[in-house]
T-cell receptor, first 115, second 109 residues
Framework: GAVVSQHPSWVICKSGTSVKIECRSL??????MFWYRQFPKQSLMLMAT?????????EQGVEKDKFLINHASLTLSTLTVTSAHPEDSSFYIC???????????FGPGTRLTVT | EDQVTQSPEALRLQEGESSSLNCSYT??????LFWYRQDPGKGPEFLFT???AGEEKEKERLKATLTKKESFLHITAPKPEDSATYLC??????????FGKGTRLSVIA
């Protein structure tokens, strides 16, 4: 089946620094990838849609200058959290569409802790 | 506004004690109702997709059913390894999936 990987699986950074998270589709191509954020005991909330060859689209309330998304190739999307603050600490998960309508394959997630 | 609501929020079962998780939805033009399993610190793992009322799907001890307003995930004779958070979700407008908050299932040996 389709596999989506993320790197790193966890990261700790200091407030004010930037962190890059990678999302890769390992055995298939994805012109679109999705980035979600999940706070403890909360559900996944869509942050943005990453589009290969064009700008990402962001959900309402998500700061595009803070969460930079680059869909560098058909198998790689990156999310950069700029000037991170403790409130950005969360579990970030990416997904890519599968062959069936509306099916999504999820990555294993990245735990970000900002101190 | 399309919504997906799950209940209960948490469920504790003895090993072998069957039960059901509920997912009610208000989604215009349902294009699929998805169930995922999520283990702590992991991404969601796909379980089932249901597309029309009356549809049922099974996988090992799990069976998912769908009506016009809700979906149930039935767990028969659960084992401790079934402990996880179970999420349901549905596409909504341009959003690929709107998720419920999940049900945290604990199965005690």
């Amino acid at each position: 089946g389709a596999v989506v990987s993320q790197h790193p699986s966890w990261v700790i950074c200091k407030s004010g620094t930037s962190v890059k998270i990678e999302c890769r589709s390992l055995d298939f191509q994805a012109t679109t990838m999705f980035w979600y954020r999940q706070f403890p005991k909360q559900s996944l909330m869509l942050m943005a849609t990453s589009n290969e060859g064009s700008k990402a689209t962001y959900e309402q309330g998500v700061e595009k200058d803070k969460f930079l998304i680059n869909h560098a190739s058909l198998t790689l999307s990156t999310l950069t959290v700029t000037s991170a603050h403790p409130e950005d600490s969360s579990f970030y998960i990416c997904s890519a569409p599968g062959p069936q309508d509306y099916e999504q394959y999820f990555g294993p997630g990245t735990r970000l802790t900002v101190t | 506004e399309d919504q997906v609501t799950q209940s209960p929020e948490a469920l504790r079962l003895q090993e072998g004690e069957s039960s059901s998780l509920n997912c009610s939805y208000t989604v215009s033009g349902l294009r699929g109702l998805f169930w995922y399993r999520q283990d702590p610190g992991k991404g969601p793992e796909f379980l089932f997709t249901l597309y029309s009322a009356g549809e049922e799907k099974e996988k090992e001890r799990l069976k998912a059913t769908l009506t016009k307003k809700e979906s149930f995930l039935h767990i028969t004779a659960p084992k401790p390894e079934d402990s996880a958070t179970y999420l349901c979700a549905a596409p909504s407008g341009n959003t690929p999936l709107v998720f419920g908050k999940g049900t945290r299932l604990s199965v005690i040996a």
